[in-house]
Protein backbone atom coordinates (compact mmCIF):
# COMPACT_ATOMS: atom_id res chain seq x y z
CA UNK A 1 0.00 0.00 0.00
CA UNK A 2 0.77 3.31 -0.63
CA UNK A 3 1.73 5.98 2.59
CA UNK A 4 0.14 9.44 2.81
CA UNK A 5 3.08 10.98 1.70
CA UNK A 6 3.13 8.96 -1.39
CA UNK A 7 -0.45 9.28 -2.25
CA UNK A 8 0.48 13.52 -2.19
CA UNK A 9 2.70 12.37 -4.79
CA UNK A 10 0.93 10.71 -6.88
CA UNK A 11 -1.99 13.43 -6.55
CA UNK A 12 0.46 16.35 -7.40
CA UNK A 13 1.63 14.45 -10.58
CA UNK A 14 -1.84 13.33 -11.84
CA UNK A 15 -2.68 16.88 -11.46
CA UNK A 16 0.33 18.17 -13.32
CA UNK A 17 -0.38 15.76 -16.09
CA UNK A 18 -4.20 16.00 -16.80
CA UNK A 19 -4.64 19.70 -15.41
CA UNK A 20 -7.11 20.29 -12.87
CA UNK A 21 -10.20 20.22 -15.67
CA UNK A 22 -9.44 16.54 -16.41
CA UNK A 23 -9.27 15.46 -12.74
CA UNK A 24 -13.00 15.46 -11.68
CA UNK A 25 -14.00 13.39 -14.66
CA UNK A 26 -10.77 10.78 -14.10
CA UNK A 27 -11.74 10.74 -10.53
CA UNK A 28 -15.83 9.74 -11.37
CA UNK A 29 -14.14 7.34 -14.17
CA UNK A 30 -12.60 6.04 -10.96
CA UNK A 31 -15.13 5.88 -8.75
CA UNK A 32 -17.69 4.09 -11.91
CA UNK A 33 -14.48 1.42 -12.25
CA UNK A 34 -14.34 0.72 -8.45
CA UNK A 35 -18.09 0.19 -7.80
CA UNK A 36 -18.30 -2.19 -11.15
CA UNK A 37 -15.50 -4.40 -9.83
CA UNK A 38 -17.17 -4.65 -6.15
CA UNK A 39 -20.74 -5.52 -8.13
CA UNK A 40 -18.60 -8.41 -10.17
CA UNK A 41 -16.84 -9.52 -6.87
CA UNK A 42 -19.92 -9.46 -5.03
CA UNK A 43 -21.47 -11.34 -7.66
CA UNK A 44 -19.02 -14.06 -8.04
CA UNK A 45 -19.04 -14.29 -4.35
CA UNK A 46 -22.28 -15.08 -3.74
CA UNK A 47 -22.48 -17.52 -7.18
CA UNK A 48 -19.64 -19.25 -5.78
CA UNK A 49 -21.35 -19.70 -1.87
CA UNK A 50 -24.71 -20.95 -4.06
CA UNK A 51 -22.85 -23.28 -5.70
CA UNK A 52 -21.56 -24.97 -2.60
CA UNK A 53 -24.81 -24.73 -0.61
CA UNK A 54 -25.98 -26.92 -4.14
CA UNK A 55 -23.19 -29.02 -3.31
CA UNK A 56 -23.44 -29.45 0.20
CA UNK A 57 -27.29 -30.34 -0.47
CA UNK A 58 -26.75 -33.13 -2.88
CA UNK A 59 -24.26 -34.81 -0.73
CA UNK A 60 -26.67 -34.72 2.02
CA UNK A 61 -29.17 -36.16 -0.35
CA UNK A 62 -26.48 -38.58 -1.39
CA UNK A 63 -25.82 -39.58 2.73
CA UNK A 64 -30.02 -40.08 3.27
CA UNK A 65 -30.47 -42.34 0.06
CA UNK A 66 -27.70 -43.97 1.45
CA UNK A 67 -29.09 -44.29 5.19
CA UNK A 68 -32.44 -44.88 3.72
CA UNK A 69 -30.42 -48.23 1.57
CA UNK A 70 -29.03 -49.63 4.25
CA UNK A 71 -31.96 -49.01 6.57
CA UNK A 72 -33.80 -51.18 4.05
CA UNK A 73 -31.09 -53.65 4.24
CA UNK A 74 -30.89 -53.81 7.60
CA UNK A 75 -34.59 -54.90 7.53
CA UNK A 76 -34.13 -56.98 5.01
CA UNK A 77 -31.80 -59.22 6.83
CA UNK A 78 -33.47 -59.11 10.16
CA UNK A 79 -36.39 -61.41 8.80
CA UNK A 80 -38.11 -63.56 11.21
CA UNK A 81 -36.30 -66.66 11.79
CA UNK A 82 -38.35 -70.56 10.42
CA UNK A 83 -37.92 -73.74 11.70
CA UNK A 84 -35.50 -75.87 9.03
CA UNK A 85 -34.32 -78.99 8.71
CA UNK A 86 -30.44 -79.30 9.62
CA UNK A 87 -28.99 -80.32 6.40
CA UNK A 88 -28.30 -83.55 5.85
CA UNK A 89 -30.83 -84.66 9.24
CA UNK A 90 -33.91 -86.72 7.94
CA UNK A 91 -36.63 -86.08 8.90
CA UNK A 92 -38.56 -89.50 10.76
CA UNK A 93 -42.81 -88.40 10.26
CA UNK A 94 -43.52 -92.01 11.00
CA UNK A 95 -42.48 -92.57 14.23
CA UNK A 96 -44.40 -92.50 17.55
CA UNK A 97 -42.14 -90.19 19.48
CA UNK A 98 -42.68 -87.60 17.30
CA UNK A 99 -46.34 -88.00 17.52
CA UNK A 100 -45.73 -87.44 21.43
CA UNK A 101 -46.13 -83.99 21.18
CA UNK A 102 -43.22 -82.59 23.01
CA UNK A 103 -40.50 -84.49 21.12
CA UNK A 104 -38.19 -82.51 18.58
CA UNK A 105 -36.44 -84.08 15.89
CA UNK A 106 -33.13 -83.85 18.05
CA UNK A 107 -34.71 -85.50 20.73
CA UNK A 108 -35.50 -88.89 18.48
CA UNK A 109 -32.37 -90.92 18.06
CA UNK A 110 -30.97 -91.70 14.94
CA UNK A 111 -29.96 -94.99 13.67
CA UNK A 112 -26.25 -94.92 13.01
CA UNK A 113 -25.78 -91.58 14.80
CA UNK A 114 -22.47 -92.21 17.00
CA UNK A 115 -21.20 -88.96 17.47
CA UNK A 116 -21.65 -88.78 20.69
CA UNK A 117 -24.30 -87.39 23.06
CA UNK A 118 -26.82 -85.04 21.69
CA UNK A 119 -28.31 -81.87 23.15
CA UNK A 120 -31.88 -80.97 22.68
CA UNK A 121 -33.77 -77.90 23.52
CA UNK A 122 -36.32 -78.65 25.85
CA UNK A 123 -39.72 -77.24 25.35
CA UNK A 124 -41.20 -75.84 28.72
CA UNK A 125 -44.09 -77.78 29.49
CA UNK A 126 -42.27 -80.69 29.57
CA UNK A 127 -39.94 -79.44 32.63
CA UNK A 128 -41.83 -79.24 36.17
CA UNK A 129 -41.65 -76.24 38.14
CA UNK A 130 -39.89 -77.94 41.04
CA UNK A 131 -36.86 -79.05 38.91
CA UNK A 132 -36.31 -75.33 37.87
CA UNK A 133 -36.03 -74.05 41.47
CA UNK A 134 -34.37 -77.18 42.92
CA UNK A 135 -31.47 -76.52 39.79
CA UNK A 136 -29.86 -73.48 41.68
CA UNK A 137 -30.37 -74.96 45.06
CA UNK A 138 -28.05 -77.98 43.74
CA UNK A 139 -25.65 -76.08 42.57
CA UNK A 140 -24.53 -74.56 45.50
CA UNK A 141 -24.55 -77.50 47.89
CA UNK A 142 -20.85 -79.13 46.49
CA UNK A 143 -19.53 -81.39 43.93
CA UNK A 144 -21.42 -84.30 44.67
CA UNK A 145 -24.63 -82.43 44.33
CA UNK A 146 -23.75 -80.63 40.65
CA UNK A 147 -23.25 -84.36 39.54
CA UNK A 148 -26.57 -85.57 40.56
CA UNK A 149 -28.75 -82.68 39.42
CA UNK A 150 -27.86 -83.49 35.45
CA UNK A 151 -28.77 -86.88 36.09
CA UNK A 152 -32.40 -86.00 38.06
CA UNK A 153 -33.40 -83.48 35.25
CA UNK A 154 -32.33 -86.61 32.69
CA UNK A 155 -34.63 -88.89 34.98
CA UNK A 156 -37.19 -86.44 35.02
CA UNK A 157 -37.35 -85.68 30.85
CA UNK A 158 -37.59 -88.95 30.28
CA UNK A 159 -40.54 -89.31 32.57
CA UNK A 160 -42.35 -86.50 30.74
CA UNK A 161 -41.60 -88.26 27.39
CA UNK A 162 -42.95 -91.30 28.41
Not at 138 to 156: F, H, V
Amino acid sequence: MLSIPHMIVVFVIVLVVFGPHKLPELARGLGKLMAEFRKASTDFKSAFEEEMRDLERQAREVERRKAEAASAAAAAQTQPATLATPSGAETQAGTPELAAGGATEASVPESGASEGPVVAPVAEGNVSRETETSAPNAQGGGEGSEAAAPQELQAKLQKADN
